[in-house]
């Protein structure tokens, strides 16, 4: 099983409509981040949290909001979809500097 | 501000060949460098990092990285190419910030033709 699991792994959806991305984790990490991936543009930082009470904004993070549950568990949610939110979606945590990712997820906003 | 550049967008070598991807990172200390493959319909995977130590960094694969500061570069190398290396290559290193979040370069896509 992996480490660091993120769902849907696709997902299609229409303007205007509230969607939520799911991560969950087994590695026993306090840090978590998203991050969005868009072509040409590599990774950019849109949230991350040290705990389930330290969560921050990151590079791109207007339009988007998370919630720690758990120290396993960081979801993104996208409040009202817009198309410009067409990207592959990151989850990772962190230990002692190094980051371990999931497989993404893949967000269409038509 | 810490920026990484990867000058390369796209690179084609033949089975076999050696490789190398070029990275360059703006710091200003100290980095601690990374370097991730993603396959298509893949997630990042983690080939090597640099923290400090020995500059010539192992990693999985049969790649290598060599880290030289006096030309703030993280250069990939594979001395033999597989079909299976096609892939897209990010160079990153950790932010500065209290995030420690990792700053990624725009990416090196590498073709590998029979």
């Known amino acids: 099983d992996a480490d660091v699991t993120q769902t849907p792994r696709n997902r299609i959806t229409k303007t205007g409509k509230r969607i939520m991305l799911e991560c969950s984790q087994t590695?026993?990490?306090?840090?978590m981040y998203w991050y969005r991936q868009d072509p040409g543009l590599g990774l950019r930082l849109i949230y991350y949290s040290f705990d389930v009470k330290d969560i921050n904004k990151g590079e791109i993070s207007d339009g988007y909001s998370v919630s720690r549950q758990a120290q396993a568990k960081f979801s993104l949610s996208l409040e009202s979809a817009i198309p410009n939110q067409t990207a592959l979606y990151f989850c990772?945590?962190?230990?002692?500097?190094?980051?371990?990712f999931g497989d993404g997820t893949r967000l269409s906003i038509l | 501000a810490q920026s990484v550049t990867q000058p390369d967008i796209h690179i084609t070598v033949s089975e076999g060949a050696s490789l190398e991807l070029r990275c360059n990172y703006s710091?200003?200390?100290?980095?601690?460098l990374f370097w991730y493959v993603q396959s298509p319909g893949q997630g990042l995977q983690l080939l090597l990092k640099y923290f400090s130590g020995d500059t010539l960094v192992q990693g999985i694969k049969g790649f290598e990285a060599e880290f030289k500061r006096s030309q703030s570069s993280f250069n990939l190398r594979k001395p033999s190419v597989h079909w299976s290396d096609a892939a897209e290559y990010f160079c990153?290193?950790?932010?500065?910030?209290?995030?420690?979040?990792?700053?990624f370069g725009t990416g090196t896509r590498l073709t590998v033709i029979p």
């Open positions: 990772a945590t962190s230990d002692r500097g190094t980051q371990h």
């Open positions: 710091y200003g200390a100290t980095p601690y």
């Open positions: 990153a290193v950790v932010s500065r910030t209290g995030a420690n979040n990792l700053f």
């Open positions: 590695k026993g990490h306090d840090r």
